[in-house]
């Protein structure tokens, strides 16, 4: 799973409404707690379209892209990856 993580309420709302009308398939959801940010808010997306999320980031405000990967027990794992 990859999540967009951001400093405020204002930017995820608007990074949502620019991947939507990019018809990128996302999902918005609560910052998962493994990963440490601002806003409480974060946007899930797709690994198959991870090249077009940087081009898009670029002109956004984010905090962060993560690869939140589910380890042995159920545990999850945040990596920064940008």
């Known amino acids: 799973m990859y999540i967009i993580s951001f400093n405020s309420t204002h930017h995820s709302i608007r ?9 990128i398939k996302h999902t918005t959801l ?15 997306f797709l ?5 077009t ?10 905090s962060g892209v993560y690869h939140i990967q589910v380890l042995e027990g159920n545990k999850k794992e945040a990596k920064k990856i940008f």
């Open 15 to 23: 990074a949502d409404k620019v991947l939507e009308e990019k018809n």
């Open 30 to 44: 609560p910052t998962p707690r493994e990963i440490s940010a601002s806003c409480g808010i974060s946007i899930r």
């Open 47 to 51: 690994e198959e379209d991870l090249d």
């Open 53 to 62: 999320i940087k081009e898009i980031l670029r002109e956004l405000d984010y």
